[in-house]
């Protein structure tokens, strides 16, 4: 039996996406089967389009997975059959250092990471495992379960990896993005002040409606100050979430009041970031990185999705077929919330 996929033709632009046929792919004993309902286009998957991550060519990206599990492997509870899920984007092994310890982003014994090590979610089908795949209930359907392993749940470990207290100041950078749009919401649900920075002045009533108490438009550093002092943070902002690095790293590394966090989560234009090292001793800063949510960090998102603490923002959704449109619509950075695609 065969599926429909869009597969990387080469590594370039928006129309190396091409369709495709593959196999069906058969669950090992410990997996699922999964018919794919809905899968994110995030700036992760543009990134490897264009070479520059570890995706050869011929690959099926996407790696943010909504459907319904269609069978098991033998080593499976049957009861797996039938449900709705998302998953978490990595399969870990689940008994290695790493997993025992619960921080099975940095697994590197499983199968791995979908679109990259594992065929992705550009397609009818996946495989997962019990191990990535959390149930979904009723009330929360394929696109918005697309959206929560990463959107929404790399915010939230980025937000817990900087600590983010209630009362403190957040900058959110790429905040119309779909990871930095769902990470205003989780930090003004944690009790923060949030400052949304964005590229498109187009995109402010919407940060606003998210939870941004300020919204600032390609800010310099001096604006970043004034907005800060206006907080009551006359020498810099708590937290910085970097969603964008380079294009934004340095400005925000300079809002950081002394003893500040930056979590670093994307990157979107690869490039060394102007680290100096001077400014961080002086004023005593951390520069952590996070990278994407572990299956108790999805099932918390569930449940702050399911009670309306969190609102997933689906940008817009395009049929599997028309990829290099979603591609293009992501490239030119027009687009608020994650686009998606479904079969």
Known sequence: MTMRVAELAAHGGPEVL?????????PAADQLLVRVGACGVCGHDALARRGLLAAPVGSVLGHEVAGRVEAVGADVDGDWTGRRVALVQRIPCGWCPECAAGTTAR?????GFYGEDLPGGYAEYVVASPLNAVPLPDGVDD???????????????ALRTAGVQAGDVVVVT????GVGVHAVQLARHLGAVVVAVTGDASKVAALQDAGATEVAVRPDGRELRRIAAGLDRPRGVDVVVETTGAPTFAVVLRALRPGGRLVLVG?????????????????ELAVLGSAHATRAD??????????????PVAAQVWPLAHAAAAHAALDGRTLVGRAVLVP
């Open 18 to 26: 091409v369709r495709g046929t593959r196999p069906v792919p058969e």
């Open 107 to 111: 697994c590197r014994q499983g199968p």
């Open 143 to 157: 696109v918005a379960g697309a959206l929560l392993t990463c959107a929404v749940g790399t915010g939230l470990k």
């Open 174 to 177: 790429g905040a119309g993005g």
């Open 267 to 283: 990157n979107t234009a690869p490039a060394d970031l102007p680290l100096d090292p001077g400014l961080l001793i002086v004023r």
């Open 298 to 311: 999805l099932v918390e998102v569930v449940d702050l999705v399911t009670v309306g603490v969190v609102r």
